[in-house]
C-alpha cells in the first residue's frame, strides 16, 4: 500500500477487498436457487423434496457452525488472518461441491462451504465495525450485506445465462457452482496486504501496530483521541477475566445476548431464504417452465441490490428501530398477498407473474431495511471484549433458524402448498413486530464504546429500582 494514500482511500481498499467475504456468501447461497432443478434430474444427483432440502440446508447447517467457531477463532487470531483462511476453505469447498459424484459427498463439501460462509458472516462485519469511523460505521458495515445480495444477483444472472445455453445439459449445475472459485482467489489475495483491526491488536497488547494503524484509517486529527478512547476500554477489560460463557450469567450481558438472538431470528422467520434459496422452484410451482423461472428470478437479485442501495442510505438518515419496523410490516404484507394471491389465482396465466411481482415487493423491504439493520446491529451491540462470542453465538442461531426454515420448506411446499407455507411465515412476522417494538434500542449516532455504557447503565438502573423496592 502507498505510504501516502489518504484515509478514506485505504478505507474503501479495505471494503472493496474484505466484502468479497459477502461476495461468495451471498453467491454460494444464491446459486442453489438456480442448480437445483438441473442437480435433482435423475441424470444427475435425483433428489426428492427430502434431499432437496437437505442439500440447500446442510450449508446453513454448516454455517451456524462456522458462525460460532469463527468469532472465537477471530477474537484468538485476529479478524484478518481468519478471513484469510475462509477464503481458502471456500475454495477448497467449491472444488467438492463442483465435482461431488453423489449425494452424501455433496452435502459433506456443501457443509464446509457452510462453514466458510458462517465464518464470513460474522468475520467480516466485525472487522468493517472496527475498522470504521463512528461516523460512518453504518454505511461501512452494510457495504458487506451490499456484496451479500450483489452475489446473490451474480448467481441469478449466471445461472439463467448458463440455463438457458444449457441446450438441456443437466450437468450444468457443476459449471454454475465451480465459479465461486474465482472470487475465494480474490479474497485471498486481496487480504494479505490490508492491516488487522486497531481494536483486535490493542486487546492483544499490540499498541504500536494499533497505533500505526489508526493513523491510515483516520485523519490525523482523530487518531489520537481514538487511540485514547479504544486504550481505556480495553484496560477496563483487561481487569475481566477472559470472555467465556460465564460471562452470559451478567444480567447486562445476558440482555445484549437476548437482543443479538432476538434480531437474528427477526431476520430469519420472515422467510426470505426461502425466496433467495427456492425462487427458482417457487416459480416453477407458481407456473413458469424452468428456463423461464431461472430468468424472472434475476429480478430478484436486482431488487435486492438496489434496495440495499437504498437501506445503507437510510441507515443515515433515521433510525435502526424505525427501519425494522417499516421493513417488518412491508414484508408482513406481501407474504399476505402471496398467501391470497395463489388460492385466488390458482391455475391461471397471471399467478406466476402475480407471485414474481410480490417477491419483488418483499425483498425491496427485506433487503432494503430488514437485512442492512440486522447485521450492523450484530456487529455494534456487543462490547469488544465479548464480540466475537457474543455476535458468534447470535448469527449462530441465526443460521440455525435459517437452516430449518430451508430444509423445511421444500417439504412444507409438497406438502400443503404455497399459500399455507407463507400464511405461516406472516404469522411469524406479526411475532416479529412485536419483538422489535417492544425490546429493541436505538443504537444510531453512538460509537461501540458508548452503546457498551448504555447497556451497563441501563441495567444498573434496573438493580437500583429494585433495591429501593426492597
Given at each position: 500500500m502507498k505510504k501516502n494514500m489518504?484515509?478514506?482511500?485505504?478505507?474503501?481498499?479495505?471494503?472493496?477487498?474484505?466484502t468479497f467475504g459477502g461476495l461468495l456468501f451471498g453467491y454460494d447461497t444464491g446459486v442453489i436457487n438456480g442448480a437445483l432443478p438441473y442437480m435433482s434430474e435423475e441424470s444427475q444427483l435425483n433428489l426428492t423434496p427430502f434431499l432437496e432440502g437437505l442439500v440447500t440446508s446442510s450449508l446453513l447447517f454448516g454455517a451456524a457452525i462456522g458462525a460460532i467457531v469463527g468469532g472465537r477463532v477471530s477474537d484468538g487470531f485476529g479478524r484478518k488472518k481468519t478471513i484469510i483462511f475462509l477464503a481458502v476453505l471456500f475454495f477448497i469447498a467449491t472444488l467438492g461441491v463442483s465435482f461431488a459424484p453423489s449425494v452424501t459427498i455433496m452435502i459433506i463439501f456443501r457443509f464446509l462451504l457452510g462453514l466458510a460462509v458462517g465464518g464470513a458472516s460474522v468475520t467480516v462485519p466485525t472487522y468493517l465495525?472496527?475498522?470504521?469511523p463512528s461516523e460512518s460505521r453504518g454505511r461501512m458495515v452494510t457495504q458487506n450485506e451490499l456484496m451479500i445480495v450483489t452475489g446473490q444477483l451474480l448467481?441469478?444472472?449466471?445461472?439463467?445465462?448458463l440455463g438457458n445455453m444449457s441446450e438441456g445439459?443437466?450437468?450444468i449445475w457443476r459449471l454454475m457452482l465451480l465459479i465461486a472459485a474465482v472470487p475465494a482467489v480474490v479474497l485471498f489475495f486481496g487480504m494479505l496486504p490490508l492491516p488487522e483491526s486497531p481494536r483486535w491488536l490493542m486487546k492483544n497488547e499490540k499498541k504500536d501496530q494499533a497505533l500505526g494503524v489508526l493513523d491510515k484509517i483516520r485523519e490525523k486529527s482523530k487518531v489520537r483521541g481514538e487511540y485514547n478512547q479504544i486504550d481505556a476500554t480495553v484496560i477496563l477489560e483487561e481487569k475481566m477475566d477472559k470472555a467465556t460463557y460465564k460471562d452470559l450469567t451478567v444480567p447486562w450481558v445476558r440482555h445484549i445476548l437476548f437482543l443479538g438472538i432476538g434480531i437474528a431470528i427477526v431476520q430469519q422467520i420472515t422467510g426470505v431464504n426461502s425466496i433467495m434459496y427456492y425462487g427458482t422452484v417457487i416459480l416453477r410451482d407458481a407456473g413458469f417452465s424452468t428456463n423461464a423461472a431461472l430468468t424472472a428470478n434475476i429480478s430478484n437479485g436486482v431488487i435486492s441490490v438496489l434496495a440495499t442501495f437504498v437501506g445503507i442510505w437510510l441507515l443515515g438518515k433515521v433510525g435502526r428501530k424505525p427501519m425494522l419496523l417499516v421493513g417488518q410490516a412491508g414484508t408482513l404484507t406481501a407474504l399476505l398477498l402471496i398467501g391470497i394471491s395463489s388460492l385466488v389465482l390458482e391455475g391461471t396465466a397471471a399467478l406466476p407473474y402475480v407471485v414474481i411481482s410480490l417477491t419483488v415487493m418483499f425483498l425491496g423491504f427485506q433487503q432494503g431495511a430488514i437485512s442492512p439493520?440486522?447485521?450492523?446491529?450484530?456487529?455494534?451491540?456487543f462490547p469488544l471484549r465479548l464480540r466475537g462470542l457474543g455476535m458468534g453465538l447470535?448469527?449462530?442461531v441465526l443460521w440455525m433458524v435459517n437452516f430449518g426454515v430451508s430444509f423445511v420448506f421444500p417439504i412444507l411446499l409438497a406438502g400443503i402448498g404455497l399459500s399455507s407455507t407463507f400464511f405461516i411465515f406472516a404469522a411469524l412476522g406479526v411475532l416479529a413486530i412485536a419483538f422489535v417494538a417492544k425490546f429493541l434500542p436505538e443504537t444510531?449516532?453512538?460509537t461501540l464504546e458508548e452503546i457498551e455504557s448504555y447497556f451497563k447503565k441501563r441495567e444498573n438502573q434496573k438493580e437500583n429500582i429494585k433495591t429501593k423496592a426492597l
Open positions: 489518504t484515509p478514506r482511500k485505504f478505507l474503501f481498499i479495505i471494503i472493496a477487498c474484505s465495525a472496527e475498522m470504521a448467481a441469478f444472472t449466471i445461472n439463467a445465462v445439459n443437466d450437468g439493520v440486522t447485521w450492523l446491529m450484530l456487529a455494534e451491540i447470535s448469527v449462530f444510531k449516532g453512538k
